[in-house]
């Protein structure tokens, strides 16, 4: 599995409009037959900071995803709403997709 957080820090003036306007890309991404998860946060502390973690079932999935047409639209888009350059973990991890935390379990009630 392809594994990848990006951290990125939107415009003051464009952060109400990151996710509308990366809704499209959003949705053709969690549509690609290798994508595992593609998930937005945007941070409690600054509300101009939104967290992209994503994965995909391999290194070819991978590929097809940044070779697409909605990817290279998407860092269009992005490059006019960011403050900054983004940064990125990018790793590859054993498993396909989300594993169990052991430590929490619901308790019954």
């Known amino acids: 599995m392809i594994f990848i957080a990006v951290k990125f820090t ?8 990151w996710l509308p306007a990366l809704a499209d890309f959003t ?8 994508n595992l ?9 600054n509300p101009d900071e939104f ?23 998407a860092i269009e888009t992005m ?9 990125i973990i990018n790793v590859e991890a054993e498993g396909e997709g989300w594993s169990r935390m052991a430590e929490v379990t619901p308790r019954n009630r």
């Open 51 to 73: 967290v992209l973690l994503e994965a995909f079932a391999d290194a070819e999935a991978g590929e097809a995803h940044v070779n697409s047409g909605h990817f290279r639209a």
């Open 27 to 34: 949705a053709a991404t969690r549509a690609e037959p290798g």
């Open 10 to 17: 939107a415009l003051p003036a464009e952060r109400d409009n």
């Open 79 to 87: 490059s006019e709403l960011v403050a900054e350059v983004p940064e």
């Open 37 to 45: 998860f593609f998930d937005w946060s945007r941070s409690v502390e």
